[in-house]
């Protein structure tokens, strides 16, 4: 453990009365601890996730902005949420393999915000973006003779730019609001990366109006984007239901069953890990979950996309055909 921190949690232990006197520039993150054999398998492990990660998303990105054929709105929202995928496996993943490497790390306070920060946009815009996909799957399908009308490019890009623009906005809130709270005497977080509850936990101050304005932020970001995502459904949901052919269903619904998985794997990660009361879970297992939406999500993403999406394997070959074509002319 670095000499500061001990140094640090030592005046604590020794000065219990005293802890508004001992302010917070550092903090340790102690990330997974006992993984003993495991720690080279695991550092490797990520590595490979996060090449993966980076690979595939930036592979979307380069189709989609390479092919014709996906040149629609859908996957104009697709490019987002890859970039999205990519700001948080990048903000995440590169801190962790530096705490597995050396078993832990110490980090300056600021940083450890700023970390938060990214997160915490990657995570609101992603929220934002899937909900602006799902408002683009509902008009194709409950409205397909309004779709080309209502989803012109600049409209598109004015839903994208909204979404970024808010998510930077309300974690810019956050961010301000945790930085004014007191921090000081024990500065360890039992934790891969910063993340809010653990950083509250190290405030010397009263954090009710923190979380109070953390519930606030999060219906605009959250709450009203998953309500209206769920209720863009049960109007897709109505719509195939009344075609008459099987067949038909079948493929109508095969347009937003991507999307779809995305959704029910985003938020269903993000509800166990922030909604889900934790107790009596050991402090390893309740790392899981964070690791499942931080490292894994970004990853599966656009495997979704592109396994289950004939455009995309269609515009794929094509790619990789020319490429072929050219490096051997």
């Known amino acids: 453990m670095n000499n500061s921190v001990k140094e640090n949690v030592q005046s604590v232990l020794s000065t219990p009365g005293e802890k508004n ?3 917070v520039n550092e903090v340790l993150l102690l990330g997974f601890r006992n993984l003993q054999g495991f720690r080279l398998v695991f550092f490797l492990f990520l590595i490979l996730i996060y090449s993966l990660t980076i690979c595939g998303n930036l592979l979307i990105i380069t189709l989609v902005s390479y092919s014709k054929i996906l040149q629609t709105p ?4 697709l490019i987002q949420l890859s970039l999205s995928d990519v700001l948080l496996t990048t903000t995440i993943v590169p801190n962790m393999l ?3 490497l050396n078993k832990e790390k110490v980090i300056k306070f600021i940083n450890c915000l700023i970390q938060f920060y990214f997160f915490g946009v990657s995570e609101c815009s992603e929220c934002l973006l899937l909900t602006v996909m799902s408002y683009d799957r509902y008009l194709a399908i409950c409205s397909p003779l309004r779709y080309s009308t209502a989803m012109e490019p600049v409209f598109c890009l004015h839903l994208v730019s909204f979404s970024w623009i808010l998510s930077l906005f309300v974690m810019l809130m956050q961010v301000t609001t945790i930085s004014m709270l007191r921090f000081c005497g024990f500065n360890i977080i039992d934790h ?3 993340d809010l509850f653990p950083l509250l936990d190290l405030s010397c101050s009263d954090t009710l109006m923190v979380q109070v ?5 999060s219906i605009p970001v959250i709450v009203l984007p998953f309500t209206f995502i769920i209720t863009s459904y049960v109007f897709i949901i109505s719509t195939i239901l009344k075609i008459p052919s099987i067949t038909d269903r079948q493929k109508v619904f095969s347009t937003c069953s991507s999307h779809l ?3 029910s794997l985003f938020y269903g990660t993000l509800y166990s890990s922030y909604v889900l009361p934790t107790r009596g879970h050991s402090v390893n297992a309740s790392k899981v979950i964070p690791l499942l939406y931080t490292v894994i999500t970004p990853l599966i993403n656009p495997i979704i996309y592109s396994l289950r999406n004939k455009d995309m394997k269609a515009a794929l070959d094509k790619f990789l055909s020319e490429f072929w074509y050219k490096e051997n002319i």
């Open 74 to 77: 859908m996957y104009f929202f």
């Open 213 to 217: 304005e953390v519930i606030l932020l």
């Open 261 to 263: 998985t995305v959704v």
């Open 21 to 23: 006197k001992t302010w």
């Open 98 to 100: 530096d705490i597995i």
């Open 192 to 194: 891969f990366f910063c």
